[in-house]
């Protein structure tokens, strides 16, 4: 950084990529539905059709699109018996609401785009793109159904029914919920690719169904549909004390598949009271504590059509559960993404098998064995070993993370989980018969399927692993709701972590469908007084709710999701829940001064254990308090000014300025001093703008000097850390972020980095200097929450940032630093790849960046030596800059 202070500045600008002279192509791609490839769940009347435009040519903008839509993909093709067709000479080509006439309950539609640019080309008709509606409440006709009487059995029931087909067909679509989880299958085949169905909602107040294309799993003549249910949290153990059963004591499967003939003909196959039911080889499953399966009680052949139902299968029982609270599945599914290989097998002192796969990783262990009918194969997962070396699950409380395999005959046998997922790097295998062979074991990372649209490297390693960690804990803690921790008996919506971390897992994959949908449940769960509980979906008391910095997740993520996807629609639809948070603050609040009720306050910021002079960094609660009641208030404001809430926006720009001086009155003195005089207050304070402009510097001071006097440690919590680098550089402080970045010493992000994390951890200091761990009750090795310096690397190592919502403006601003001399990045926006790669070689500060068509970008080159910057405005392309810099 120190160098590039004494930049001459001699920049020269490249155009890297074809000219004008060369031939131009332009092209359509990328279409979306509701923020998704091809959905086949759509329940909006008016989804939201999006799509990114491919240009060689520089400069390119958007002028004109055309969209065709049909019911019929022959007919789309040739432009015949349109169902909507449209176009607009208009730059917009992200959310963009569809607009033609109604669309039908379980149809598909086929549509695509073509456009012309600013420089005369005209693309052809996009690949044909296709959608299909989830399923109405009327249109459902297949019913509930549940083992007969009480569901007093641990073990999962399965299910079946044999139908026949003898036509040909043209296409089938299964559309499957369950209370509980399930799977399915047709003639043995399970139906489509998705894990831990149907995922996890505010149950009573919206299930999930998944919509599967089956049409390849049908034959002619008898076909057998089959599924089997586990408890989930549905019916499981959730939260921490032991709560079982939350939301029913009754699991139930509604399934039913849509058969359209060649002959035009349709048939609708359904649960109903003439299927039949028994007991599979599921024992129990249980997603904290795992799955026992006894291959002894497999029912040979039961999903296959010539099985003969013994006695044991009775007549189901049919549930009046009602379809109203249906949702269709508008989020990514759970799929198996990743396998890891064994990167070593060891045998402890008592024979035990240790397996390491070298990743913190969320998901199962699929084992082969071969042995004698009725041998036990315990699987024990954690996520460390103890500094002599020993499998250490203390930290998982009381949640077992045991799966238990029974071997069913002396063939060789696989075994996987199918309701249970756990959080692990080692497993534990005891009872294995014969020698374990690296080929017979492996480890599947399941989550939530999200395109990865951020990639950051440096020439740092260990920064480049502290990004591997912070996407490690993503992908662990993204199962269909956003986790604060994967492996202990919690793993639940905690709405403070998931703020704190929403900026970052934005970069790093594209979670917009992901938050919608769990937005949803927040509105959904938000109590009539417009406070938030703690964890959404909610399955903790009604008093545990509206806390600082964890309620403040209703403005927060809404308001983080337009500046990243740029579809205005989210802040519409989360605008009441927003405003019923800002609210709920203000009736608590006594002359705008919001100091009452429970908060968890800079959650776990530094505290040495032996803390005689006074080191710890408490911050006031009721100070944390008033700075976040500030920020909702402020991105309330903000937004009732998008949406055109004139009203709104002048009350609650109206309530800032109080809370502000409310703030000043109370928690600052008239030379400049907070009264809590830690890095995390003085964060806030400048953060959200609670300081006269007159005392920010000095406070800026303070901070640093605060940074300085812990030998360049921070010592912020939760809610500190996030804002802590972010508030260094903007007010030029971005060495001291640097020095913050860089420490390798605890409390620092490179500490667990250096101690061998593979994920980022809830404490600072998981794992102490000499081995030893911290408290076994509150030690995550999985927990996203400080992985959000992510969003400051993204932003200001590789100065990716969205100058307008949804990087339709771009803004390219690089602050080099850290003794880092390259880096390199890319951002897959709503409009595509922003990439930016730069390094210092020879005093020269060497810049190239890639901004997508449609969009334009500011490029800010490093500060000179007389403290200006240069900044260029510029189109699409590819540009190159080179700076002296000596
Ligand atoms: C969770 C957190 C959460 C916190 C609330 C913990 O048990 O793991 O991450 O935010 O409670 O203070």
């Given at each position: 950084?120190?160098?590039?202070?004494?930049?001459?500045?001699?920049?020269?600008?490249?155009?890297?990529?074809?000219?004008?002279?060369?031939?131009?192509?332009?092209?359509?791609?990328?279409?979306?539905?509701?923020?998704?490839?091809?959905?086949?769940?759509?329940?909006?009347?008016r989804?939201?059709?999006?799509?990114?435009?491919?240009?060689?040519?520089?400069?390119?903008?958007?002028?004109?699109?055309?969209?065709?839509?049909?019911?019929?993909?022959?007919?789309?093709?040739?432009?015949?018996?349109?169902?909507?067709?449209?176009?607009?000479?208009?730059?917009?080509s992200?959310?963009?609401?569809?607009?033609?006439?109604?669309?039908?309950?379980?149809?598909?539609?086929?549509?695509?785009v073509?456009?012309?640019?600013?420089?005369?080309n005209?693309?052809?008709?996009?690949?044909?793109?296709?959608?299909?509606m989830?399923?109405?409440?009327?249109s459902?006709?297949?019913?509930w159904?549940?083992?007969?009487?009480?569901?007093?059995?641990?073990?999962?029931?399965?299910?079946?029914?044999?139908?026949?087909?003898?036509?040909?067909?043209?296409?089938?679509?299964?559309?499957?919920?369950?209370?509980?989880?399930?799977?399915?299958?047709?003639?043995?085949?399970?139906?489509?690719?998705?894990?831990?169905?149907?995922?996890?909602?505010?149950?009573?107040?919206?299930?999930?169904?998944?919509?599967?294309?089956?049409?390849?799993?049908?034959?002619?003549?008898?076909?057998?549909?089959?599924?089997?249910?586990?408890?989930?949290?549905?019916r499981?153990?959730?939260?921490?004390?032991?709560?079982r059963a939350?939301?029913?004591?009754?699991r139930?499967?509604?399934?039913?598949?849509?058969?359209?003939?060649?002959?035009?003909?349709?048939?609708?196959?359904?649960?109903?009271?003439?299927?039949?039911?028994?007991?599979?080889?599921?024992?129990?499953?249980?997603?904290?504590?795992?799955?026992?399966?006894?291959?002894?009680?497999?029912?040979?052949?039961?999903?296959?059509?010539?099985?003969?139902?013994?006695?044991?299968?009775?007549?189901?029982?049919?549930?009046?559960?009602?379809?109203?609270?249906?949702?269709?599945?508008?989020?990514?599914?759970?799929?198996?993404?990743?396998?890891?290989?064994?990167?070593?097998?060891?045998?402890?002192?008592?024979?035990?098998?240790?397996?390491?796969?070298?990743?913190?990783?969320?998901?199962?262990?699929?084992?082969?064995?071969?042995?004698?009918?009725?041998?036990?194969?315990?699987?024990?997962?954690?996520?460390?070993?103890?500094?002599?070396?020993?499998?250490?699950?203390?930290?998982?409380?009381?949640?077992?993370?045991?799966?238990?395999?029974?071997?069913?005959?002396?063939?060789?046998?696989?075994?996987?989980?199918?309701?249970?997922?756990?959080?692990?790097?080692?497993?534990?295998?005891?009872?294995?018969?014969?020698?374990l062979?690296?080929?017979?074991?492996?480890?599947?990372?399941?989550?939530?399927?999200?395109?990865?649209?951020?990639?950051?490297?440096?020439?740092?390693?260990?920064?480049?692993?502290?990004?591997?960690?912070?996407?490690?804990?993503?992908?662990?803690?993204?199962v269909?709701?956003?986790?604060?921790?994967?492996?202990?008996?919690?793993?639940?919506?905690?709405?403070?972590?998931?703020?704190?971390?929403?900026?970052?897992?934005?970069?790093?994959?594209?979670?917009?469908?992901?938050?919608t949908?769990?937005?949803?449940?927040?509105?959904?769960?938000?109590?009539?007084?417009?406070?938030?509980?703690?964890?959404?979906?909610?399955?903790?008391?009604?008093?545990?709710?509206?806390?600082?910095?964890?309620?403040?997740?209703a403005?927060?993520?809404?308001?983080?999701?337009?500046?990243?996807?740029?579809?205005?629609?989210?802040?519409?639809?989360?605008?009441?829940?927003?405003?019923?948070?800002?609210?709920?603050?203000?009736?608590?609040?006594?002359?705008?001064?919001?100091?009452?009720?429970?908060?968890?306050?800079?959650?776990?910021?530094?505290?040495?254990?032996?803390?005689?002079?006074?080191?710890?960094?408490?911050?006031?609660?009721?100070?944390?308090?008033?700075?976040?009641?500030?920020?909702?208030?402020?991105?309330?404001?903000?937004?009732?000014?998008?949406?055109?809430?004139?009203?709104?926006?002048?009350?609650?720009?109206?309530?800032?300025?109080?809370?502000?001086?409310?703030?000043?009155?109370e928690?600052l003195?008239?030379?400049?001093?907070?009264?809590?005089?830690?890095?995390?207050?003085?964060?806030?304070?400048?953060?959200?703008?609670?300081?006269?402009?007159?005392?920010?510097?000095?406070?800026?001071?303070?901070?640093?000097?605060?940074?300085?006097?812990?030998?360049?440690?921070?010592?912020?919590?939760?809610?500190?850390?996030?804002?802590?680098?972010?508030?260094?550089?903007?007010?030029?402080?971005?060495?001291?972020?640097?020095?913050?970045?860089m420490?390798?010493?605890?409390?620092?992000?490179?500490?667990?980095?250096?101690?061998?994390?593979?994920?980022?951890?809830?404490?600072?200091?998981?794992?102490?200097?000499?081995?030893?761990?911290?408290?076994?009750?509150?030690?995550?090795?999985?927990?996203?929450?400080?992985?959000?310096?992510?969003?400051?690397?993204?932003?200001?190592?590789?100065?990716?940032?969205?100058?307008?919502?949804?990087y339709?403006?771009?803004?390219?601003?690089?602050?080099?630093?850290?003794g880092?001399?390259?880096?390199?990045?890319?951002?897959?926006?709503?409009?595509?790849?922003?990439s930016v790669?730069?390094?210092?070689?020879?005093d020269?500060?060497?810049?190239t960046?890639?901004?997508?068509?449609?969009?334009?970008?500011?490029i800010?080159?490093?500060?000179?030596?007389?403290?200006?910057?240069?900044?260029?405005?510029?189109?699409?392309g590819?540009?190159?800059?080179?700076?002296?810099?000596?």
């Amino acid at each position: 950084m120190r160098l590039l202070s004494s930049i001459s500045i001699a920049f020269c600008l490249l155009i890297i990529g074809t000219g004008f002279t060369r031939a131009q192509s332009l092209s359509v791609d990328d279409l979306r539905i509701d923020h998704q490839h091809n959905p086949v769940t759509v329940s909006s009347e008016r989804p939201i059709l999006s799509w990114k435009i491919i240009s060689t040519a520089p400069e390119t903008v958007q002028r004109a699109f055309e969209l065709r839509v049909s019911a019929d993909q022959q007919n789309l093709v040739r432009g015949r018996n349109l169902h909507w067709t449209t176009r607009a000479q208009t730059e917009q080509s992200i959310a963009l609401p569809y607009a033609g006439p109604a669309l039908e309950s379980g149809k598909p539609y086929y549509w695509q785009v073509r456009v012309q640019d600013n420089h005369g080309n005209r693309s052809a008709w996009s690949e044909v793109q296709h959608w299909q509606m989830g399923l109405e409440t009327l249109s459902w006709k297949a019913q509930w159904i549940g083992v007969p009487g009480k569901d007093t059995s641990a073990a999962s029931p399965i299910f079946r029914k044999s139908y026949a087909i003898n036509k040909k067909i043209k296409s089938a679509t299964a559309h499957i919920s369950a209370r509980g989880l399930y799977e399915a299958y047709i003639n043995g085949q399970k139906i489509g690719d998705a894990y831990l169905t149907p995922g996890w909602t505010s149950y009573k107040k919206q299930i999930q169904y998944q919509a599967f294309d089956v049409t390849a799993l049908l034959s002619k003549g008898k076909n057998v549909v089959s599924a089997v249910l586990g408890d989930g949290w549905y019916r499981g153990r959730i939260g921490f004390n032991n709560q079982r059963a939350f939301y029913g004591d009754t699991r139930a499967l509604l399934l039913q598949v849509e058969i359209t003939y060649t002959d035009g003909s349709r048939e609708t196959w359904k649960t109903d009271d003439s299927w039949k039911t028994s007991l599979g080889a599921i024992i129990s499953s249980d997603i904290y504590d795992g799955e026992t399966y006894d291959a002894r009680l497999e029912k040979r052949g039961w999903k296959l059509a010539d099985y003969t139902e013994s006695p044991a299968w009775l007549p189901v029982q049919t549930l009046p559960y009602p379809y109203d609270n249906l949702v269709g599945n508008q989020s990514p599914l759970i799929r198996k993404r990743e396998r890891l290989k064994p990167q070593g097998i060891s045998r402890t002192t008592t024979g035990d098998i240790i397996v390491d796969f070298g990743q913190n990783m969320v998901g199962w262990v699929e084992i082969k064995a071969q042995g004698k009918a009725g041998t036990t194969i315990i699987v024990e997962h954690a996520e460390v070993l103890d500094k002599d070396g020993h499998f250490y699950t203390k930290n998982l409380r009381s949640a077992k993370q045991q799966n238990r395999y029974i071997l069913g005959s002396s063939h060789e046998q696989s075994f996987s989980p199918h309701f249970s997922f756990q959080g692990f790097r080692y497993v534990k295998i005891t009872g294995y018969p014969g020698e374990l062979s690296a080929s017979a074991i492996a480890a599947v990372a399941l989550y939530s399927d999200m395109e990865e649209t951020g990639t950051f490297e440096t020439s740092n390693p260990l920064i480049n692993q502290l990004q591997k960690n912070i996407v490690w804990g993503q992908k662990g803690n993204f199962v269909d709701v956003p986790t604060d921790c994967p492996q202990r008996d919690e793993r639940l919506g905690w709405t403070g972590d998931a703020q704190a971390f929403f900026n970052t897992a934005a970069y790093n994959m594209d979670v917009q469908a992901f938050f919608t949908k769990w937005l949803k449940d927040l509105t959904a769960d938000q109590h009539q007084n417009g406070s938030v509980p703690f964890v959404i979906p909610d399955i903790l008391t009604a008093n545990d709710a509206g806390a600082a910095g964890w309620g403040d997740v209703a403005t927060i993520v809404p308001w983080g999701m337009y500046q990243a996807y740029g579809d205005v629609r989210i802040l519409e639809k989360q605008y009441n829940s927003m405003r019923s948070w800002v609210d709920y603050m203000h009736s608590k609040s006594k002359d705008n001064l919001w100091n009452t009720g429970f908060h968890f306050g800079d959650w776990l910021f530094y505290r040495p254990d032996d803390d005689n002079d006074g080191r710890a960094a408490v911050t006031d609660k009721y100070l944390i308090a008033q700075c976040f009641y500030a920020h909702s208030t402020e991105i309330l404001a903000n937004s009732a000014k998008i949406l055109g809430k004139t009203s709104d926006e002048q009350k609650y720009r109206d309530l800032l300025t109080a809370i502000r001086s409310a703030f000043q009155q109370e928690y600052l003195t008239p030379s400049g001093r907070l009264v809590s005089s830690t890095q995390t207050a003085y964060v806030l304070a400048l953060q959200f703008d609670m300081l006269p402009e007159n005392l920010r510097q000095q406070a800026v001071q303070r901070l640093v000097e605060n940074i300085r006097s812990y030998g360049n440690h921070l010592t912020t919590g939760f809610l500190g850390t996030p804002y802590l680098c972010h508030v260094l550089a903007r007010f030029g402080q971005h060495h001291v972020a640097y020095d913050l970045l860089m420490q390798e010493t605890y409390p620092s992000w490179l500490y667990p980095v250096k101690m061998g994390a593979t994920t980022i951890w809830e404490r600072w200091d998981g794992i102490k200097p000499d081995g030893t761990f911290q408290t076994a009750s509150m030690n995550s090795f999985n927990h996203y929450a400080y992985g959000a310096i992510g969003d400051w690397m993204y932003k200001n190592i590789a100065g990716i940032q969205a100058e307008t919502a949804g990087y339709k403006n771009i803004r390219i601003a690089p602050l080099p630093g850290g003794g880092i001399n390259e880096a390199r990045a890319s951002l897959e926006t709503p409009y595509g790849k922003v990439s930016v790669s730069w390094n210092i070689k020879n005093d020269m500060f060497n810049l190239t960046v890639s901004i997508p068509p449609n969009t334009k970008a500011s490029i800010e080159l490093p500060e000179q030596q007389n403290g200006k910057k240069k900044v260029l405005r510029v189109g699409s392309g590819t540009y190159a800059y080179t700076t002296k810099i000596k």
